[in-house]
């Protein structure tokens, strides 16, 4: 069993920064590709960035390049996903998710307000 749990949301002004954390359970951290989703209210939920299990690779939706960077550290099974520049779109429930043996598991999300 996989737990995740994400910490770190809050409210921000336009243009402000957050730093999210995602804690996971279990020795699989450190050989899995870690992801961070996020719904938006009416929204479907979109993946934000992934980064692979040494983190030498990471993936970045369109919409966050250039202002987020997602990273991790092995030796306390946990990633992060540093917001700067947050704009008002980038308001959402923001989850940390990872696929272990084809089943995803998420943890149960952090809300991050972006406004003024």
């Known amino acids: 069993q996989v737990q995740l749990v994400e910490s770190g949301g809050g409210l921000v002004q336009p243009g402000g920064s957050l730093r999210l954390s995602c804690a996971a359970s279990?020795?699989?951290?450190?050989?899995?590709?870690m992801d961070w989703y996020r719904q938006a209210p009416g929204k479907e939920r979109e993946l934000v960035a992934s980064?692979?299990?040494?983190?030498?690779?990471?993936v970045y939706a369109d919409s966050v390049k250039g202002r987020f960077t997602i990273s991790r550290d092995n030796t306390k099974n946990t990633v992060f996903l540093q917001m700067n520049s947050l704009e008002p779109e980038d308001t959402a429930v923001y989850y940390c998710?990872?696929?272990?043996?084809?089943?995803?598991?998420w943890g149960k999300g952090t809300l991050v307000t972006v406004s003024s």
């Open positions: 279990g020795s699989i951290f450190s050989i899995n590709t």
């Open positions: 998710s990872t696929l272990v043996s084809g089943v995803r598991y």
């Open positions: 980064i692979t299990p040494g983190g030498g690779s990471t």
